[in-house]
């Protein structure tokens, strides 16, 4: 295809705005998918994903659409993935595309997700198509969601497209607009090949696999390649596109978007991002934008069963090969034995991770509670990495601690500005601006420490706003803070994988609140629990758990067979989550109730 017939584009849109749902009905309307074939939100492939609903790998996918011009388009249609965890693999997906669709639910308008799409997609110089979806809704404000876009975000919307994901109303527009206002790709045939990774994953038939947006030249199969930033150099054994089920082609050349396999094992060696050349002949510049995906958040993963902890291992290992951002190294704790600290991009990240690591293998885990990256100097100038604070060192050596922070936007209505200011501050966050984006939204502007972001943040924002606040995150930087390590300690031994790293202005009040926390979760024992909050070594507050009195079996004793094994079956169930530490039984709430402290 020529290059005036390609047309690259992504759908963008905060989440549950109908982006899948759009994507669907571009692929039912282009005749690419049959619709008795269509299975509900077609491009999300991951079990997970659906199940969630929620878009974790982007996914590259070619459309043929007879435009009423009557000539015919090569669509690529690049679906980026949809949370804030991700977006690096979202901006180098954009950077794939030459335009936009920016869809704004009618009933919704402008949230924060919308606002930050928009904003990469706008800093990737991309033709933006405002779509306005669900005006099937009674509840559909199209004239107010336009004001939004427009006094919001500056994107002219008087050519907004109104439609609906769910009735196909509109599509047939956007479609024409997208021939109309998104421009051709441009590039250079006949220079040497360049083309850019925006997704690899891996096949376990067919090793790594990238998606790829050339930008110059062409590749074929057969072709020797190198990607710079990695070095990697390699032979490709397929090129071809998405349909969305993988049509293998000739060549991809200037403009295409498709699939390359690599006939690489190892996922690390075709990063996001990263350039393709030839080997021979090739060029030395890579595209701009070329970013290594960095975790964020750690957390001890325990096998329950200690048995398990090799399975765990090749678990990790497997699950690493597909996501270069997962990093593990093996951790031991005291309480809780061999294991592993796993990084993450960010909580679901995190939360995807250890749902397939039981889902798909079968595991049973105890997560530790999250914590970030701190950065100790010690008093020497040595600066040491934290990733669990069972590592931190001693107080009387240490000059100073940093603590990451991130520039968070808050999309909320004005009558919530207080309530969001009460939960921020007491979060440790700084203001730093507010905006009118129309009468009905406010946009804050905070700075507020990782951990405080991770411990039930959104959640609570969302509660004390009724649910109408959307955030959205960046990583701004280290900065210095008076943190202290907090050991909680059973039966007067310091648990070390309870310990957490906390504010010293609120050591206090978590240390009471959480003994109060365990004091629930933890069940009764065979003989009496102290619990107790400390700081090196100086207890802050204390609770016990109270002896058991009777057999939980006793009454059942004589009586109906049925009720008693469904009473051993509770309490085995009950158990799964249970991990002996000395011995006492702790399930797994108890390392969650860190983050749920006020
Ligand atoms: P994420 O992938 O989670 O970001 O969501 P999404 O933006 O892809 O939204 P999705 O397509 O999953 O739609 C979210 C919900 O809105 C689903 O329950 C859809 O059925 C519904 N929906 C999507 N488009 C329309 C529409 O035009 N009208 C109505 N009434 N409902 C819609």
Not at 151 to 173: N, R
Not at 415 to 433: K, P, S
Request: hydrophobic share 40%; glycine share 8%; net charge negative.
């Amino acid at each position: 295809t020529d290059l005036s017939h390609i047309r690259n584009f992504s759908i963008i849109a905060h989440i549950d705005h109908g982006k899948s749902t759009i994507s669907d009905r571009i692929l039912e309307m282009t005749g690419t998918v049959a619709k008795r074939d269509m299975q509900a939100q077609l491009l999300d492939s991951m079990d997970i994903e659906r199940e969630r609903g929620i878009t974790i790998k982007s996914q590259a996918v070619r459309v043929n659409y007879t435009a009423d011009d009557g000539e015919t388009y090569q669509f690529n249609l690049i679906d980026t993935p949809g949370h804030v965890d991700f977006t690096y693999e979202v901006s180098r997906s954009l950077a794939a595309c030459d335009g936009a669709v920016l869809v704004v639910d009618a009933t919704q308008g402008v949230e924060a997700q919308t606002v930050a799409n928009a904003m990469l997609a706008m800093n990737a110089n991309l033709e933006i198509i405002p779509f306005i979806n669900k005006i099937d809704l009674p509840a559909a404000e199209p004239e107010r969601v336009k004001g939004e876009i427009e006094d919001g975000l500056a994107i002219p919307a008087d050519d907004a497209v109104l439609g609906s994901g769910k009735t196909g109303d509109g599509i047939h527009e956007l479609l024409e607009a997208v021939v109309y206002n998104i421009p051709a790709p441009t590039g250079n045939t006949e220079a040497p090949l360049r083309a850019l990774i925006f997704d690899s994953y891996f096949d376990a038939y067919r090793g790594v696999v990238a998606l790829v947006r050339v930008v110059d030249g062409c590749m074929k199969k057969g072709d020797r390649i190198r990607m710079i930033a990695t070095k990697t150099e390699t032979q490709v054994e397929e090129v071809g596109a998405r349909h969305p089920q993988e049509t293998a082609l000739p060549s991809l050349s200037t403009g295409e978007v498709g699939y390359l396999v690599t006939g690489l094992k190892d996922v690390s060696q075709v990063k996001v991002g990263d350039t393709i050349t030839l080997a021979q002949g090739g060029v030395d510049e890579p595209l701009p934008g070329y970013r290594e995906a960095k975790p964020m958040v750690f957390t001890g993963l325990f096998p329950i069963e200690g048995d398990q902890y090799e399975p765990l291992k090749e678990a990790l290992e497997k699950l690493s090969l597909n996501d270069p951002a997962l990093v593990w190294e093996p951790e031991t704790s005291h309480a809780l034995g061999f294991g592993f600290r796993v990084g993450f991009l960010g909580l679901l990240h995190m939360e995807v991770i250890k749902e397939r690591l039981e889902r798909e293998f079968g595991l049973d885990l105890l997560a530790t509670a999250p914590s970030v990256e701190y950065h100790v100097y010690l008093k020497g100038g040595a600066m040491v990495s934290l990733h669990s604070p069972q590592e931190m060192p001693d107080p009387g050596s240490i000059e100073r601690v940093e603590e990451p922070y991130l520039k968070a936007k808050i999309l909320i209505p004005p009558d919530y500005v207080g309530a969001v200011m009460d939960l921020t501050v007491a979060r440790r966050g700084t203001f730093v601006t507010m905006n009118y984006l129309s009468q009905t939204t406010v946009e804050m502007l905070w700075e507020i420490p990782l951990s405080e972001l991770i411990m039930d943040f959104f959640d609570k924002l969302k509660s004390n706003t009724k649910g109408y606040a959307s955030l959205d995150y960046d990583f701004l930087g280290y900065k210095p803070s008076d943190l202290v390590k907090l050991d909680i300690l059973l039966s007067g031994k310091p648990i070390d994988a309870l310990s957490f790293i906390v504010h010293k202005d609120k050591a206090y009040d978590r240390g009471r609140v959480l003994c109060d926390k365990l004091k629930e979760i933890i069940p009764r024992q065979m003989f009496e629990v102290p619990i107790q909050a400390a700081i090196g070594g100086r207890v802050l507050a204390r609770q016990t758990v109270k002896a058991k009195r009777k057999d939980v079996l006793a009454k059942c004793y004589g009586g109906d067979i049925t009720r008693k094994r469904k009473l051993l079956e509770k309490q085995k169930a009950g158990k799964k989550r249970m991990k002996a530490i000395g011995n006492v039984e702790v399930p797994q709430e108890a390392f969650m109730a860190i983050l749920k402290v006020d």
